[in-house]
């Protein structure tokens, strides 16, 4: 839970020689923005696609584990994991997430018991999302090192959109469509106190047995409180 931003990319483009120029095209604009961390290009196939064959200490866990598109079939849920794929990973910075891009080619059709399932994603396609809201955090730097992970994330698409690559964009923030900064401070500012506010009532009702990136915060306990007001507030006015 923590503002989000979500995406998706998708080259029409039939050989693995051309996704392996666009990702590295895209990489190459990624070292020009300040990103704390831009790694390497990798390329994998069959078993070495599968984030289950990794260690959880594997740096290509979490790059794996999102590389996975989720298909739903009538009322069944169904991820699929690509038969071939390259990327790279991203850190913007201290408290975000990840953030990971690439090109995967998809089975056409996925067997689940003893069906063979259409899966319809799309060949060299990539979803992925990256939580930047708790790159806030005061000791971290606060909003100032928010503003500068979210909007690494955020330049690096509007790069895969003039290669063509981007297919879609959701910022829990609205940067994406509005471009307006002092808005997604404020906004991340509104995510924090209603996220401290949850946490806060669940500590209440657990005994404060929890864990949450948000208590790490010096200033919880302000919005905290900020957020169970607002939460009192709109009950009010209903």
């Known amino acids: 839970m923590g503002l989000t931003i979500h995406y998706a990319l998708h080259a029409q483009i039939r050989s693995p020689r051309r996704a392996r120029q666009l990702i590295k095209e895209l990489r190459s604009r990624a070292l020009d923005l300040p990103f704390k961390e831009v790694d390497d290009v990798v ?62 080619l998809y089975p056409k059709t996925v067997k689940r018991e003893g069906k063979a399932l259409s899966t319809g994603v799309k060949a060299w396609s990539w979803k992925s999302f990256c939580k930047t809201e708790y790159a806030s955090d005061p000791a971290l730097g606060g909003v100032e090192n928010f503003l500068r992970c979210h909007l690494s994330v955020i330049r690096l698409l509007d790069h895969a959109k ?19 900064l002092r808005a997604l401070a404020k906004e991340v500012g509104r995510w924090n106190e209603f996220i401290a506010g949850i946490v806060g009532r669940m500590k209440d009702a657990l005994g404060g047995d929890i864990e949450a990136a948000i208590l790490r915060f010096q200033n919880f306990e302000h919005l905290e409180a900020k957020g169970r007001k607002e939460r009192d507030r709109k009950r009010e006015e209903k």
Not at 162 to 180: P, Q, T
């Open 162 to 180: 003039a290669m063509g690559i981007l297919e879609d964009v959701k910022d829990e923030g609205s940067y994406w469509e509005k471009r307006d």
């Open 43 to 104: 390329e994998l196939a069959g078993p070495e696609c599968d984030f289950t064959n990794r260690d959880r200490d594997d740096p290509l866990r979490w790059l794996l584990t999102q590389a996975r598109q989720l298909v739903v079939v009538g009322e069944q849920y169904h991820l699929v994991q690509p038969d071939q794929l390259v990327a790279f990973s991203t850190w913007p910075g201290e408290g975000c997430e990840q953030a990971n891009f690439g090109l995967g």
